[in-house]
């Protein structure tokens, strides 16, 4: 009999110290959890609202550009030249395209009332409808109104971004003056920018976790001990 109550403490220690890691590591993975996905949520929500705030602002700033610049030369256009025969209007479209600074980076297109690019300053669009939305609006819309297109360019499935303003003559919209310009630099200074943040909040993670793994082993793990010692004791 004595054997067999000896043998069943024993078995019972066995238990209580096979357990005990156990119930140690579940206390670290409660720590973890209650300390460091706050964090992560936190940094996550931080990040996006980030990486949607600069997009926002780098698109925002890149279309007022674009809508200033096509006000300001459509504005020339209607007050001196859209009054004055197609032949004029014509001649100082050409020569509006062939003086365009920034043809490297923005594409200047005239468009005729069919939707169709006479002038532009890629030779290699003349001709062509782009058929995007903005050109529709500007030419049924009228007024002294930018009309701004964001999306897939229909002819060549690139990403751009395009405003058109209204050619008027007569108090009749003839023409519309379109700028566009791709968003493939836009985009990739978007990501390398997005990409920084996405690295600090890494970083940041990180020494969360290491500061929680330390306090774990200096101070968690000791309390666990002593109270698990002290359950034993009672």
Not at 36 to 56: D, K, N, T, Y
Not at 192 to 206: D, E, P, S, T, Y
Request: charge should be positive; glycine fraction near 8%; proline fraction near 3%.
């Amino acid at each position: 009999d004595r054997a067999d109550v000896r043998g069943s403490e024993t078995v019972a220690q066995r238990k209580r110290i096979r357990w005990r890691p156990l119930r140690l590591r579940g206390l670290q993975h409660r720590w973890l959890f209650n300390t460091v996905m706050p964090v992560f949520l936190v940094l996550a929500l931080v990040a996006v609202l980030v990486s949607v705030g600069i997009s926002s602002y780098f698109y925002g700033s890149m279309q007022k550009g674009l809508e200033s610049r096509a006000q300001a030369m459509a504005n020339s256009f209607n007050d001196y030249f859209m009054d004055s025969g197609y032949n004029t209007y014509y001649q100082m479209a050409v020569r509006a395209a062939e003086s365009f600074e920034d043809k490297n980076r923005i594409e200047m297109q005239f468009i005729s009332s069919s939707g169709r690019i006479q002038v532009s300053t890629s030779g290699l669009t003349a001709g062509t409808a782009p058929g995007t939305p903005d050109i529709s609006q500007a030419q049924e819309g009228g007024g002294q109104q930018a009309y701004p297109f964001q999306g897939m360019d229909p002819q060549t499935g690139e990403q751009i971004m395009a405003v058109s303003y209204p050619l008027v003559s007569h108090d009749r919209v003839v023409g519309v003056l379109r700028l566009v310009t791709s968003l493939r630099l836009v985009d990739r200074q978007i990501v390398l920018v997005v990409f920084i943040i996405m690295a600090v909040g890494v970083i940041c993670m990180a020494l969360v976790l290491i500061s929680s793994l330390l306090f774990i082993n200096n101070v968690v793990e000791p309390v666990a001990v002593v109270t698990d010692a002290a359950k034993r004791i009672s």
